[in-house]
């Protein structure tokens, strides 16, 4: 199944099961919308191996999922940045 051209933001996908779905998704042609928290430079290596490793758009948010306006604000990063918000993975948990 290809979903080249769609966008995902894909929450809780700096790391674990997130990180596998993203991954899988950008395998299939997705462009993501990484989301979590994490070291910054861990992150920025991150967006540059999933860019590299399956060219697609790659961008990151470090929207907090508790708060409304942290999430409204990934969402039209993602349209602006990706182009679209097609598919949510809400992964996101409790650390």
Known sequence: M?????AAVVTGSTSGIGLGVARALAAEGCAIMLNGFGDK???????R??????GSKVAYSDADMAMPTEI????????????????LVNNAGIQ
């Open 2 to 6: 290809s979903l080249k051209g769609k």
């Open 41 to 47: 430079a861990v992150i920025d290596k991150l967006l």
């Open 49 to 54: 191996d999933l860019a590299q490793e399956y």
């Open 72 to 87: 409204a604000q990934m969402v039209a990063a993602a349209e602006r940045e990706l182009g679209a918000c097609d598919i």
